[in-house]
């Protein structure tokens, strides 16, 4: 999807493709795609078709990337359309000559740059001069300024409130929309201006797409999209007062600007458009709205457009809510997204996913039973990232069955290392992810894992977390079950599990959330519920664990209740593997009065 702002600046489009590590037609073509009707993934990929011409140095990259945008722009299509051919050819060469005029006659990579970039030695100076770096932005901003000039000239004339004019020019259907659509843009931009600078009011950004509009395009064809798209712009147009202005700025992503003065207004604006665009004939549709209330008027209005389609995304991940307003974070949270998936591959080629271990504690016994594997993402310049920066971007994006299988992996043979040396007493429970519960495949991994390790498969143990009314998760965990797993469930508690699960579960260990801890501390109802949760399960012969011990006083209170297992800080933080292993190392040593191995043996 384009992730640009219309608000954006030709130059500051094509400065950040090249950033992202596209080439200069690229860029160009990029940075004009909206104007020449093309969607950024397209016009990127024609201009890759020139990387060959281009790497043969023949013309700048920058000039076939403009000569390209000038052919959508003002080309022609019909053969007997002589008077646009002429017209476009004499503004080709009206484009050629002003970039020949600013680059004093070159024309192509090897006179700009003065070495030949098709030879290996003439590149390697190129590349130690950072000939590129120092030639390339300023030819890519003289080609934008020419290509600006060029196609302010050609609309020069056009007024900008009278499109029918636009109906009436030479030229084809395909242009007359471009410069129908150029205008729109200039209008809105203008009217938002001013807005901006007059309104005494509040004033927010509304940006708006259809979920999954790419499935209604396959399902319906692109023809009923184009409908859609229409019917929204419509509907736009009936609920908008005149000091509120839409635009449609790409595909199907919509920006309304409006005054308000109490934020409830902005919802009831939402909500009355949205009870319009809920459905187009046997269509459902289905929106998100990324709201922007402006605080600073002086920042620029790509600014505030970006917030508003951070909002927008944000909404698109969040469960309850299809209204956001931008909080500061989004940003945050969407570099974090973008740091993530540009570097979770290397994460695990180069290892920097690790196991810890936190040990499971028996209050009565004060020795360890077992312990939890938590992944730790060691980053050579971030240093270490936690599971709840990374864990919900790669549940998304499917990345966590890499991730799992391989703290998998690391679990068996911790285990089947811990045996090695006689420690047999200590299971290691593992999380697995809701994400593989929609198939098979974590069922074949496991069984490949444990054989491979030649473990028993009771050591290692699963941790699901279980939500009332959950049909698949239950089914997976009767069929985990039976493949003879032991089964942990997790944070159990935590909002949305029931005691009704209690009596019919595949389970065969309750965990209990830190949150339970906490509630158990402050309120008496708490507590009561912690006691039934407790007595229930000893009764249904369940196991009990307590996660998130901080206090001996929870310890105490625990014990009172009749609670033994319990995994905290109060005994242990998550540790690496290796101190893991001295501690049950020492722990063995102490009972039978042996075995001493130490981590170095790891
Ligand atoms: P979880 O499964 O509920 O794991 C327990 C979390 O509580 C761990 O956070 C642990 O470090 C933390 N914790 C333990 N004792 C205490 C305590 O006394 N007080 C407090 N405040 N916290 C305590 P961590 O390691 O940051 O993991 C967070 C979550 O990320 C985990 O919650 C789990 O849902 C997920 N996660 C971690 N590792 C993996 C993994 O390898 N695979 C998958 N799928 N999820 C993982
Ligand atoms: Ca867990
Ligand atoms: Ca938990």
């Given at each position: 999807m384009n992730e640009m702002g219309w608000v954006m600046t030709h130059k500051e489009r094509a400065e950040r493709l090249i950033r992202q590590q596209y080439h200069c037609t690229q860029a160009v073509l990029g940075a004009f795609a909206d104007e020449i009707g093309l969607d950024l993934k397209t016009a990127l990929k024609i201009g890759s078709c020139f990387g060959g011409g281009m790497r043969r140095a023949e013309t700048c990259g920058c000039l076939t990337g403009a000569v390209m945008t000038l052919g959508m722009a003002l080309?022609?299509?019909?053969?007997?359309?002589k008077e646009r051919e002429v017209y476009g050819i004499k503004k080709t060469e009206e484009l050629v000559r002003r970039f020949s005029e600013r680059m004093e006659g070159k024309l192509n990579c090897r006179e700009i740059l003065g070495y030949d970039l098709t030879k290996t030695e003439e590149l390697a100076v190129i590349h130690e001069k950072n000939l590129m770096g120092k030639y390339c932005p300023g030819v890519l901003n003289a080609t934008i300024e020419i290509l600006e000039e060029l196609l302010a000239e050609h609309l020069?004339?056009?007024?900008?409130?009278?499109?029918t004019e636009l109906d009436n020019m030479a030229g084809s259907d395909e242009m007359r929309t471009i410069l129908r659509s150029q205008n729109r843009f200039r209008r809105f931009k203008r009217s938002v201006g001013e807005l901006l600078l007059s309104s005494s009011k509040e004033i927010a950004f509304i940006q708006f797409d259809i979920r999954q509009f790419k499935v209604v395009n396959d399902l319906y064809g692109e023809k009923i999209g184009d409908e859609v798209l229409q019917y929204v712009r419509e509907q736009l147009k009936a609920v908008c007062n005149d000091r509120q202005y839409f635009i449609n700025l790409r595909s199907d992503v919509f920006m309304i600007v409006t005054e308000y003065d109490e934020e409830s207004e902005l919802v009831e604006l939402i909500e009355r458009l949205n009870a319009r665009v809920s459905s187009y004939k046997n269509v459902k549709l289905q929106m998100t709205y990324g709201i922007y209330t402006v605080e600073d008027r002086e920042m620029e209005l790509r600014q505030m457009e970006d917030r508003a389609a951070m909002a927008r995304k944000a909404a698109k991940q969040n469960a309850v809510s299809r209204i956001l307003f931008y909080k500061e974070q989004f940003k945050e949270s969407l570099y974090n997204r973008k740091f993530i998936e540009e570097n979770m591959q290397a994460a695990i080629t180069e290892r920097q996913f690790m196991m810890y271990l936190q040990p499971k504690y028996s209050i009565a016994k004060n020795e360890i039973i077992g312990a939890e594997a938590l992944v730790r993402w060691r980053h050579p310049e971030r240093g270490m990232i936690f599971p709840d920066q990374f864990i919900p971007v790669i549940e998304d994006n499917g990345f966590i069955r890499e991730v799992d299988y391989y703290i998998w992996g690391e679990a068996c043979n911790f285990i089947k290392m811990c045996r090695q040396k006689g420690i047999t007493f200590c299971p290691i429970s593992v999380n697995v992810s809701?994400?593989?519960?929609?198939?098979?495949e974590c069922i074949k991994v496991l069984s490949d894992l444990i054989s491979g390790a030649a473990i028993p498969r009771e050591m290692l143990e699963l941790e699901i977390t279980e939500s009332v009314d959950d049909q698949e998760v239950s089914r997976k965990a009767y069929q985990l079950k039976d493949e003879g797993y032991t089964l942990l469930m997790d944070d159990f508690g935590s909002g949305y599990s029931s005691l009704n699960i209690l009596l019919e579960t595949p389970f065969d260990v309750i965990k209990l959330d830190k949150r339970f801890m906490e509630s158990m501390m402050v309120s008496g109802k708490g507590k009561m519920i912690l006691e039934q949760v407790v007595a229930m399960a000893n009764k249904l012969g369940l196991g009990l664990l307590a996660e998130g011990v901080e206090t001996r006083e929870q310890v105490d209170l625990l014990q009172r209740i009749g609670c033994d297992q319990v995994q905290g800080y109060y005994y242990a933080k998550p540790m690496p593997k290796e101190e893991f292993f001295e501690l049950l190392c020492a722990q063995a040593e102490a009972s039978k009065g042996g075995g001493a191995v130490t981590a170095a043996e790891l």
């Amino acid at each position: 999807m384009n992730e640009m702002g219309w608000v954006m600046t030709h130059k500051e489009r094509a400065e950040r493709l090249i950033r992202q590590q596209y080439h200069c037609t690229q860029a160009v073509l990029g940075a004009f795609a909206d104007e020449i009707g093309l969607d950024l993934k397209t016009a990127l990929k024609i201009g890759s078709c020139f990387g060959g011409g281009m790497r043969r140095a023949e013309t700048c990259g920058c000039l076939t990337g403009a000569v390209m945008t000038l052919g959508m722009a003002l080309g022609y299509y019909d053969a007997q359309d002589k008077e646009r051919e002429v017209y476009g050819i004499k503004k080709t060469e009206e484009l050629v000559r002003r970039f020949s005029e600013r680059m004093e006659g070159k024309l192509n990579c090897r006179e700009i740059l003065g070495y030949d970039l098709t030879k290996t030695e003439e590149l390697a100076v190129i590349h130690e001069k950072n000939l590129m770096g120092k030639y390339c932005p300023g030819v890519l901003n003289a080609t934008i300024e020419i290509l600006e000039e060029l196609l302010a000239e050609h609309l020069a004339g056009v007024p900008e409130e009278d499109e029918t004019e636009l109906d009436n020019m030479a030229g084809s259907d395909e242009m007359r929309t471009i410069l129908r659509s150029q205008n729109r843009f200039r209008r809105f931009k203008r009217s938002v201006g001013e807005l901006l600078l007059s309104s005494s009011k509040e004033i927010a950004f509304i940006q708006f797409d259809i979920r999954q509009f790419k499935v209604v395009n396959d399902l319906y064809g692109e023809k009923i999209g184009d409908e859609v798209l229409q019917y929204v712009r419509e509907q736009l147009k009936a609920v908008c007062n005149d000091r509120q202005y839409f635009i449609n700025l790409r595909s199907d992503v919509f920006m309304i600007v409006t005054e308000y003065d109490e934020e409830s207004e902005l919802v009831e604006l939402i909500e009355r458009l949205n009870a319009r665009v809920s459905s187009y004939k046997n269509v459902k549709l289905q929106m998100t709205y990324g709201i922007y209330t402006v605080e600073d008027r002086e920042m620029e209005l790509r600014q505030m457009e970006d917030r508003a389609a951070m909002a927008r995304k944000a909404a698109k991940q969040n469960a309850v809510s299809r209204i956001l307003f931008y909080k500061e974070q989004f940003k945050e949270s969407l570099y974090n997204r973008k740091f993530i998936e540009e570097n979770m591959q290397a994460a695990i080629t180069e290892r920097q996913f690790m196991m810890y271990l936190q040990p499971k504690y028996s209050i009565a016994k004060n020795e360890i039973i077992g312990a939890e594997a938590l992944v730790r993402w060691r980053h050579p310049e971030r240093g270490m990232i936690f599971p709840d920066q990374f864990i919900p971007v790669i549940e998304d994006n499917g990345f966590i069955r890499e991730v799992d299988y391989y703290i998998w992996g690391e679990a068996c043979n911790f285990i089947k290392m811990c045996r090695q040396k006689g420690i047999t007493f200590c299971p290691i429970s593992v999380n697995v992810s809701r994400v593989h519960l929609r198939d098979d495949e974590c069922i074949k991994v496991l069984s490949d894992l444990i054989s491979g390790a030649a473990i028993p498969r009771e050591m290692l143990e699963l941790e699901i977390t279980e939500s009332v009314d959950d049909q698949e998760v239950s089914r997976k965990a009767y069929q985990l079950k039976d493949e003879g797993y032991t089964l942990l469930m997790d944070d159990f508690g935590s909002g949305y599990s029931s005691l009704n699960i209690l009596l019919e579960t595949p389970f065969d260990v309750i965990k209990l959330d830190k949150r339970f801890m906490e509630s158990m501390m402050v309120s008496g109802k708490g507590k009561m519920i912690l006691e039934q949760v407790v007595a229930m399960a000893n009764k249904l012969g369940l196991g009990l664990l307590a996660e998130g011990v901080e206090t001996r006083e929870q310890v105490d209170l625990l014990q009172r209740i009749g609670c033994d297992q319990v995994q905290g800080y109060y005994y242990a933080k998550p540790m690496p593997k290796e101190e893991f292993f001295e501690l049950l190392c020492a722990q063995a040593e102490a009972s039978k009065g042996g075995g001493a191995v130490t981590a170095a043996e790891l």
